[in-house]
């Protein structure tokens, strides 16, 4: 197969397959929030750093805007839109959490706190809270001073544990 | 920001790879590899970088491969791992889950891993990076300040290249050339990083991270072997303070023999960017790099001596 400027790309988004032909250079999370209108995940930086356009790839927590829809060709796709629960306001327990801590101020780098968290109490159930903060180390927050987020974090997972 | 235009394709195997770089070749067009893109991805929405032609090489199989080769260099088996092996699998499946062994002459066996990589491992970049970014990725990128070449300088890594031409071995410290600048040629694949030291249970790496970007403003590694209370040899690799992770022999040089006490080893990292041409920024500058590399190699040296102690 040559090398081509279009490409059509079919992935599996939050359980359903979706397909589109995009520019090669489509990052993965403007096909998302352009293309399939997935607008939970967030835009931040343009440098890999702030963590806000955080999705599960094959089940790991990556950073969509280094990504590109193509390489996610045939792959899985977790999105902030795909963790709550069935029902009206059904949250995630991460999500809970973070109600309940008062986790958010803007809430704008939120969707990418959670699915990082997530793979955090998926990799050590217990965490400790330098674990939390270890695991927070690529996503930014100009809010809360993050302190909320780890307590949300440590109660999710005892929740969840 | 997003990457200017540039023409996709996904390679099949590594045949298919090297077809595609020959045939980007014969076009006159510019092709890259891109495995994790976690450096390369940054680098072309910046603008930086401006490809004409990416080939996906992240469903190689050939490159996933790793296991024991050997006896290689000084007669003792080495540990190969593919190149398309993530931090994350290099963290979670192979150092924890068996271990990289210790590479003894005879009967393979899981030793526990290789400390400095578990350290490296832990500060570098942050953990979706980690999930993405792949260690041939990190020797093939050439950056003057990336953690882990320096980790592999230390224990002695080989690379394997595959081309249309053949394969063929290279040392990292002959791999690495100066700033983005490497050995590797148009038309060629690092396909696997193999580990050659004989026992690397007695090491650490150190690093003063930039808070922002997490690079290392200056990183050390330190690989030590104690023999009757003293230095039988220790190599030590320096990152993020000059165009390329150096080996940093006058330091090596005066540790052999050493008594493993404070004074020895700071009288050693006294030296260790002597030799070496210095880079600078705006971030710091080379005089306060060479002085963190200093600092940083006293902390590695006695980190390392002190797990030998302990092993």
Redesign the interface.
């Known amino acids: 197969?040559?090398?081509?400027?279009e490409?059509t790309v079919q992935l599996t988004v939050n359980g359903v397959p979706r397909a589109a032909t995009v520019?090669?250079?489509?990052?993965l999370v403007?096909f998302l929030r352009d293309h399939l209108r997935l607008t939970g995940t967030h835009v931040g930086c343009?440098?890999?750093?702030c963590?806000a356009c955080?999705v599960a790839?094959d089940g790991?927590?990556?950073?969509s805007?280094?990504?590109?829809a193509?390489?996610a060709?045939g792959h899985e796709v977790t999105t902030i839109e795909g963790l709550s629960g069935p029902g009206e306001g059904a949250l995630h327990p991460i999500q809970q959490a973070f109600k309940d801590e008062h986790a958010l101020q803007c809430g704008y780098c939120t969707p990418g706190m959670v699915l990082?968290l997530r793979?955090?109490i998926a990799d050590h159930p217990n965490p400790t809270e330098d674990q939390v903060r270890?695991?927070l180390?690529?996503?930014i927050c100009r809010c809360t001073g993050y302190q909320n987020i780890v307590a949300a974090a440590l109660r999710a997972a005892q929740r969840e544990g | 920001?997003?990457?200017?235009?540039?023409?996709?394709?996904?390679a099949r195997s590594l045949d298919e790879a090297l077809d595609?770089l020959d045939e980007?070749a014969v076009a006159g067009e510019e092709a890259k590899l891109?495995a994790g893109?976690?450096s390369l991805?940054?680098m072309m929405?910046?603008r930086l970088a401006v490809p004409q032609?990416?080939?996906?090489i992240?469903d190689l199989k050939e490159l996933k491969s790793g296991g024991w080769y050997g006896p290689g260099t000084g007669g003792y088996l080495s540990y190969s791992i593919g190149a398309l092996t993530t931090y994350?699998q290099l963290g979670r499946d192979q150092l924890v889950n068996g271990g990289i062994p210790a590479g003894h002459a005879g009967t393979p066996g899981p030793v526990g891993g290789i400390p400095a990589v578990t350290d490296a491992l832990?500060v570098l970049?942050?953990?979706?990076?980690r999930?993405?970014g792949t260690i041939g990725g990190a020797v093939a990128h050439g950056d003057p300040a990336a953690d882990l070449p320096a980790v592999l300088l230390a224990l002695n890594a080989e690379l394997a290249i595959a081309s249309r031409k053949g394969r063929r071995v290279i040392a990292l410290d002959d791999f690495l050339h100066g700033v983005f600048t490497t050995d590797l040629a148009e038309g060629e694949v690092v396909t696997h990083i193999s580990i050659n030291a004989p026992d690397a249970r007695a090491s650490a790496y150190e690093k003063f991270p930039h808070p922002?970007?997490?690079l290392p403003l200056a990183g050390v590694c330190a690989v030590v072997k104690l023999s009757e209370g003293l230095i039988e040899r220790a190599d030590v690799a320096v990152t993020g303070i000059s165009p390329r992770p150096y080996r940093a022999r006058k330091t090596e040089r005066l540790l052999v023999g050493a008594d493993p006490a404070p004074g020895s080893l700071a009288a050693a990292a006294a030296q260790v960017a002597e030799d070496t041409s210095l880079l600078g920024d705006q971030h710091a500058s080379a005089p306060y790099r060479a002085h963190l590399a200093e600092v940083l190699t006293r902390r590695a040296l006695a980190r390392a001596i002190a797990r030998a102690a302990a092993a």
């Open positions: 197969m040559p090398a081509a400027r490409v520019l090669a250079r489509t990052l403007h343009d440098t890999t750093q963590g955080t790839l790991v927590a990556v950073k805007c280094t990504v590109l193509a390489q060709d990082a793979q955090l270890h695991a180390s690529g996503n | 920001m997003f990457p200017a235009d540039f023409a996709y394709v996904r595609l980007a891109i893109g976690q991805l940054p929405k910046l032609v990416l080939i996906d992240a994350r832990a970049a942050d953990p979706q990076v999930a993405r922002a970007s997490h």
